[in-house]
């Protein structure tokens, strides 16, 4: 049976609204226009949010994302801070 098993890391994807002080601010001052796709009329911006476990099989996940594992690997690192430096170091 463990032959018929296609088991595959999961990457979640979920959509936000981002509801920032500095981003009310840029829209209040008129340095961010809304314009109803991604900035709302009250400021709100709306994102899309991707969650990679670093410890997945990249260049599995860099193929269903259409990229090289190493641009894969800089993209997360920078993403997230530089949070896991063993994605750019090995």
């Known amino acids: 049976a463990r032959g018929d098993l296609d088991i ?3 990457i979640a994807v979920t959509r936000s ?4 002080p500095e ?6 001052a008129g340095r961010i226009v809304p314009d ?3 900035v709302k009329n009250d400021g709100a911006v709306l ?4 969650a990679v476990e670093p ?3 990249l260049p599995g996940v860099a193929k269903r994302f259409g ?15 530089g949070m896991f430096p063993e994605l750019v170091t090995r």
């Open 8 to 10: 595959r890391p999961t």
């Open 67 to 81: 990229c090289d594992e190493e641009t894969l690997r800089r993209g997360i690192y920078e993403q997230t801070g």
């Open 17 to 20: 609204h981002l509801d920032m």
């Open 47 to 50: 994102t899309t949010k991707a």
């Open 55 to 57: 410890v997945w099989y």
């Open 23 to 28: 981003i009310k601010d840029a829209f209040a």
């Open 36 to 38: 109803g796709a991604i």
